[in-house]
């Protein structure tokens, strides 16, 4: 089994850090969801890309995507367990508050929250427009 987190080269705690991506095409219309893990390096001074995702099999329980449109009390809750999933495609048709291109079946989002789970302890951000 992993460890929740790996220490750097003086001793200090290192957590790993996801990334999130919201693709838009030209109208605004959301695309896709990419996520990447990160992992502070002593050696280069900056947080490094952690390509070999298998490491997180077993340091990461959940990981929840919220898209929300408050103005219509809907929100899509886009859950998953496999942390080598890097691409996410919502379910509706989501657009960016403030777009010109949405109709009445749009969702527009306002508030988006990613969150993740490792070894119980529960870590969120929600941001807001």
């Known amino acids: ?8 080269d003086d001793g200090m705690p290192n957590v790993y850090i996801p990334s ?30 952690i390509t070999d995702l298998s490491i997180l099999k077993d340091i990461v329980e959940m990981v929840q995507i919220v898209l929300n449109d408050s103005g219509r009390s809907y929100e899509e809750i886009i859950n998953f367990s496999n942390t080598t999933t890097t691409t996410i495609i919502p379910d509706n048709s989501w657009y960016f508050l403030g777009s010109d291109n949405t109709n009445t079946t749009d969702y527009v989002i306002n508030t988006r929250s990613f969150g993740y789970r490792v070894f119980g302890a529960s870590f969120s951000f929600d941001l807001r427009q």
């Open 20 to 49: 999130l991506k919201i693709v838009l095409d030209e109208s605004e219309k959301v695309v896709q969801i990419e996520i990447k893990w990160y992992l502070y390096s002593s050696l280069t001074a900056q947080y490094d890309e």
């Open 1 to 8: 089994m992993h460890a929740c987190r790996k220490d750097t």
